[in-house]
């Protein structure tokens, strides 16, 4: 196409510029020469034929009516009942955790560790106060426990659902 001539869009007749076809923005498709407009709209008629089902689903953020995580008025008995457990406990409320299996004595005056615990929960705000209670009624039943140090960590915790966790370690 000459430099000084224009031809008309083969789709809807606008003018079609020597430099619209040098910068790519118009072009021959099928043979027919479009305009940057009609491009424009054959790219998004094959892209919607290539779309995946779903793809045109509004996937922004909702909001919740979630309750005040500041609000501690709910009550331990609320607590439990829900889905987060930690290694030691069941769905039933007793404990896997046995430490008879032990030899080594456990001495709050010792300044080495001589046992460790686990506990790990999912990242969100009820999980980790769940294991904040935890750690806190654990340490209430064994007053010969005193934490030497602790180890945090957060990974992949494999399972129904492979999920971010945090895991601590507490040595004692």
Known sequence: MPEDVTAPCQACGASVYPEHIE?????YDGGKL???????D???????????PGDDIDLSPISFDDP???DLSES????SESRIH????????????DESKFKRKV??????????????AKLSDGALTFMNDQINDWL?????????????????????????????TLFY
Not at 34 to 40: K, M, N, R
Not at 86 to 97: A, E, L, P
Request: glycine share 8%; net charge positive.
């Open 23 to 27: 910068s790519g923005k118009a072009r």
């Open 34 to 40: 479009l305009c940057p407009h009609c491009v424009a």
């Open 42 to 52: 054959e790219e998004k008629k094959k892209k919607k034929e290539t779309a995946f």
């Open 68 to 70: 005040d995580p500041n």
């Open 76 to 79: 331990k008995a609320d607590l």
């Open 86 to 97: 930690g290694f030691s406990d069941d769905k039933f409320g007793s404990s896997g955790w």
């Open 107 to 120: 001495d709050p005056n010792a300044s080495g560790a001589a046992r460790c615990r686990i506990f790990h």
């Open 140 to 168: 209430d039943d064994n007053p010969q426990v005193s934490i030497k140090f602790a180890t945090s960590t957060i990974g992949i915790l494999e399972g129904k659902h492979a999920e971010p966790n945090l895991m601590l």
